[in-house]
């Protein structure tokens, strides 16, 4: 699933080059959801839900519904 949001992202990222000032949020939050995906780093629920809201409905809605190790309650 997070391949699957990082490209929504991504495509995100790149319509929103019309404008300057969403960038700024978009291209650090695609890149960090890359680095998750290879296993770099993790992603809390506070990002996935900025994720949902700034920059990609269905792409934050994939990243709350993954199941990481991290946020898995035993």
Known sequence: ????AFILS????ISYGVFIIPLFWCIPMTVHIYKA???ETTLSVEFKVCELLFVNL????LLLVDNDEETQTN
């Open 1 to 4: 699933m997070k391949l699957a």
């Open 10 to 13: 991504l495509i995100t990222t």
């Open 37 to 39: 995906y290879k296993g």
């Open 58 to 61: 269905v792409s934050g809605i």
